[in-house]
């Protein structure tokens, strides 16, 4: 082992267990908020306009980094919502120097496979986690109920 990693150590073992779950235990209801209120803010879509069904869908630009979680407690809501038992967490992607593309990050529960829909787009993952980018103008027409633009009814 070397120095450096016996002094890591040392500290770890220094640490009050008791201070340590309480830090995480605010920690984690802080980020328990932030999902809560990006969940009040759901909304659903038409997955491929509707080629691959419905499921509720959340903008996340300020949360993205909570996509993981946010996405599995969005995919429970809208199997609840007698919809797919998937979660669309949609946010831009800084690096990407284009606010006309988003990152759709998909979740599902159990069984529920979305690596065709990923595949659609240009994407990849797995069954219960994958990703693909978007145009803003594609994704606005998969949002159910939305008001069609200018140009689709001219």
Known sequence: MSIQMGSYL???????PEQVISRGQVT????????????????EIALGCGQFGNCLAVNADA???LRSELGNQLANK???SN?????????KVPELNNDEMLKI?????????MTSISQEFGGGGHRNASSFLLSVAEFEKWKVGAEP???ETA
């Open 83 to 91: 919809l797919r038992a998937i979660g669309a967490v949609v946010y």
């Open 105 to 113: 990050s998909l979740r599902s529960l159990g069984q529920e496979d």
């Open 28 to 43: 984690l209801s802080q980020k328990q908020t932030l999902i809560d209120d990006c969940l009040q803010k759901s909304f």
């Open 10 to 16: 040392i500290r770890l073992l220094e640490l009050d």
């Open 149 to 151: 633009s200018n140009a």
């Open 78 to 80: 809208s199997r609840n």
């Open 63 to 65: 949360i993205s980094m």
